[in-house]
């Protein structure tokens, strides 16, 4: 597989940040080899609308998630002839509390949506209360088909949890991806790069985290192989990451480190 992580600002104006993330999607995809070059091609988490300053709040700028947002996804993945995944703020019609999901949306090559997943762990923590401005997702692993690898859909502050990793990898993933907005702070850079390599090491699969830059959101997106190595990465500002998935590696990494055959627990969901 090839895989191509495109890592954009996007401001609080959706339409605005369509334009912008056509751009830099094709750029991206260009700069990878062409259409058809790549097989996945993976968004940060709140592309869509960044969460901003609270003003105006997630709810005031969510989609359906049939909408414009999922409409350019498709327009991308035919470009590309790739899937893609992104994010969004996505409409809660049949929640209570009417805050709207942070959603990834899979969209294949042909525009049909492959897969959806709501981010569960809802970041309430470092001062924030993101709780407070959108609904938390059912507790279900979530994973969807690309050409024959199974990719385990997870979204920022869940990679602080090792048991959604690896109840995705329970489910037969052997790819892990983890679109972020993931904010500076005091060791903040060095908690994302140790978690990515962690999750990757622990479960001996690919493990790819596509960032959104920007002054406040720290960037840094990349790839890790099943043993902890990094293959590709960037740095703070917008641009892409381009990486060759071999699935042999998982294979060969797994008889060397049979940890998950190993492992005596199991998990199970939290009531």
């Not at 998630?65 to 969004?88: I, N, S």
């Not at 959603?103 to 492959?114: E, F, I, K, M, Y």
């Not at 949890?161 to 790819?175: H, I, K, W, Y």
């Not at 720290?218 to 060759?244: H, K, N, Q, W």
């Amino acid at each position: 597989m090839r895989l191509l992580l495109v890592q954009v600002t996007t401001g609080t104006d959706p339409t605005q940040n369509r334009d912008r993330i056509r751009l830099a999607v094709e750029s991206a995809v260009d700069g990878a080899g062409g259409p058809g070059a790549c097989d996945l091609v993976v968004l940060p988490e709140a592309v869509q609308a960044d969460f901003g300053t609270g003003e105006p709040p997630p709810s005031a700028v969510a989609e359906r998630a049939d909408g414009a947002f999922a409409d350019l996804l498709g327009e991308l993945a035919a470009h590309a002839r790739a899937t893609v995944v992104g994010g969004l703020f996505e409409v809660a019609a049949d929640c209570g509390s009417g805050l709207p999901y942070n959603t990834l949306l899979a969209v294949g090559p042909d525009g049909s949506r492959v897969g959806s997943y709501r981010k569960v762990h809802l970041y309430d923590a470092f001062g924030y209360r993101e709780s407070e401005l959108l609904s938390p997702g059912e507790v279900a692993a979530c994973t969807v088909d690309v050409g024959g690898w199974t990719v385990g859909l997870m979204t920022c502050y869940d990679l602080r949890f090792p048991e959604q990793a690896r109840a995705l990898v329970d489910q037969g993933a052997d790819l892990l991806l983890v679109p972020a907005a993931w904010v500076r702070g005091p060791a903040k850079e060095h908690h994302w790069a140790t978690l990515l390599a962690t999750r990757a090491i622990e479960n001996t699969v690919y493990v790819a985290g596509a960032a959104k830059a920007g002054p406040r959101y720290c960037g840094l997106s990349r790839v890790i192989e099943p043993m902890g190595t990094v293959l590709a990465g960037i740095g703070e500002t917008d641009g892409f990451v381009v990486a060759d998935l071999d699935r042999q590696r998982v294979e060969r990494v797994r008889e060397v480190n049979p940890a998950l055959a190993n492992r005596r627990w199991t998990v199970v969901p939290r009531a």
